[in-house]
């Protein structure tokens, strides 16, 4: 499965929910669902939930790494980029719970007092859920509980939706002291990324410059090449490439457009360029990536 980034105005990425009247969704994967055995890097509102069901993850966030063990978890908080990944290309297996504040946000006092304190909380970037610990322990086991739920079922939205109230109930009350120190001003690097990446993944297909990125960022080139390395672990133009390389997979494996195609309509306007850097990043040619899915299928 090659999964594909879209995203809103504000670049940040659009979710795909179970339905679009409740912005949450609950589902199942594997690291080697993604190419290389590597997510895109990406942000959202959203708060994500990542449980670990077998195997081991390294998770991105903001440039900070964690390895994520089996029965162990991490809470993403909204804003902030991430990803998945096994460097060794080890398999995975995962359930993953995406959240929208709005969905806790009915109630302007429950915003204002609960749900924003913890999503703008810039001390509080992602937990590491760790099942020693009674009150992460139990918050894994909730999700657990909302992934076996018959989502056919007539009151599956309710029970999800008490589900959701509990795990907010356990960050608010088990983080309070780092609710309650003094709000810092978001990190300006992070509103910058949010708008480079955002304009390279929604103009991916254009001719992209290491100028053009900077001055959407509104900064020069060696600053923008920092705040990509300080947070991505990587550099403008590599990003570039890997999500142009991203985003042919899907058309290879989803499609039947010739790979010259595929490759200018993938931004790369060259078809041996293309194979050059696909082979480096996955290891095959496109064209031998295109009759393992045809066979997988």
Same mark, same amino acid.
Not at 82 to 88: I, L, R, V
Not at 150 to 155: F, G, H, L
Not at 229 to 238: G, Q, R
């Given at each position: 499965?090659?999964?594909?980034?879209?995203?809103?105005?504000?670049?940040?990425?659009?979710?795909?929910?179970?339905?679009?009247?409740?912005p949450v969704?609950?589902?199942?994967?594997?690291?080697?669902?993604?190419?290389?055995?590597?997510?895109?890097?990406?942000?959202?509102?959203? *708060?994500?939930?990542?449980?670990?069901l077998?195997?081991?993850m390294?998770?991105?966030?903001?440039?900070?790494?964690?390895?994520?063990?089996?029965?162990?978890?991490?809470?993403?908080n909204?804003?902030?980029f991430?990803?998945?990944?096994?460097?060794?290309k @080890?398999e995975?297996?995962?359930?993953?719970?995406?959240?929208?504040?709005?969905?806790?946000?009915?109630?302007?006092?429950?915003?204002?007092?609960? *749900?924003?304190?913890?999503?703008e909380?810039?001390?509080?970037?992602?937990?590491?859920?760790?099942?020693?610990?009674?009150?992460?322990?139990?918050?894994?086991e *909730?999700?657990?509980?909302?992934f076996?739920l018959?989502?056919?079922?007539?009151?599956f939205y309710?029970?999800?939706?008490?589900? *959701?109230?509990?795990?907010?109930?356990?960050?608010y009350?088990?983080?309070?002291?780092?609710l309650?120190?003094?709000?810092?001003?978001?990190?300006?690097s992070?509103?910058?990324?949010?708008k480079?990446?955002?304009?390279i993944?929604?103009?991916?297909?254009d001719?992209?410059?290491?100028?053009?990125?900077?001055?959407?960022?509104?900064?020069?080139?060696t600053?923008c090449?920092?705040i990509?390395?300080?947070?991505?672990?990587?550099?403008?133009?590599?990003?570039v490439?890997?999500?142009?390389?991203?985003?042919?997979?899907?058309?290879?494996? @989803?499609?039947?457009?010739p790979?010259?195609?595929?490759?200018?309509?993938?931004?790369f306007?060259?078809a041996?360029?293309?194979?050059?850097?696909?082979?480096?990043?996955?290891?095959?040619?496109?064209?031998?990536?295109?009759?393992?899915?045809?066979?997988?299928?």
């Open positions: 499965m090659a999964m594909q980034v879209n995203v809103k105005q504000d670049f940040s990425e659009v979710m795909d929910y179970m339905i679009p009247q409740y969704y609950i589902r199942s994967a594997f690291l080697s669902q993604y190419h290389n055995y590597t997510a895109v890097s990406h942000w959202h509102e959203d *708060v994500e939930i990542i449980y670990v077998s195997g081991t390294q998770y991105d966030v903001n440039g900070e790494n964690i390895t994520l063990y089996e029965n162990e978890g991490i809470v993403v909204s804003r902030n991430h990803f998945g990944y096994s460097d060794k @080890e995975c297996g995962f359930i993953c719970f995406i959240i929208h504040p709005s969905v806790l946000s009915g109630n302007p006092y429950i915003r204002e007092r609960y *749900v924003r304190p913890f999503t909380c810039q001390a509080i970037p992602f937990l590491h859920l760790r099942p020693d610990k009674k009150w992460q322990n139990e918050l894994l *909730v999700l657990w509980t909302v076996h018959d989502q056919d079922a007539p009151e309710l029970l999800c939706q008490e589900a *959701v109230f509990r795990i907010f109930t356990l960050l009350t088990n983080n309070m002291e780092l309650s120190e003094k709000s810092e001003k978001a990190d300006i992070l509103i910058q990324l949010r480079m990446v955002g304009y993944q929604k103009h991916y297909q001719s992209i410059m290491l100028d053009d990125i900077a001055k959407i960022g509104e900064m020069g080139k600053a090449c920092n990509f390395k300080k947070y991505m672990n990587t550099s403008p133009i590599d990003y490439i890997t999500y142009r390389l991203a985003q042919s997979t899907v058309l290879l494996t @989803e499609t039947r457009l790979i010259t195609e595929i490759a200018y309509g993938s931004g306007h060259n041996s360029y293309y194979t050059k850097y696909f082979r480096k990043q996955y290891g095959k040619t496109p064209g031998q990536m295109r009759k393992e899915y045809l066979k997988q299928g």
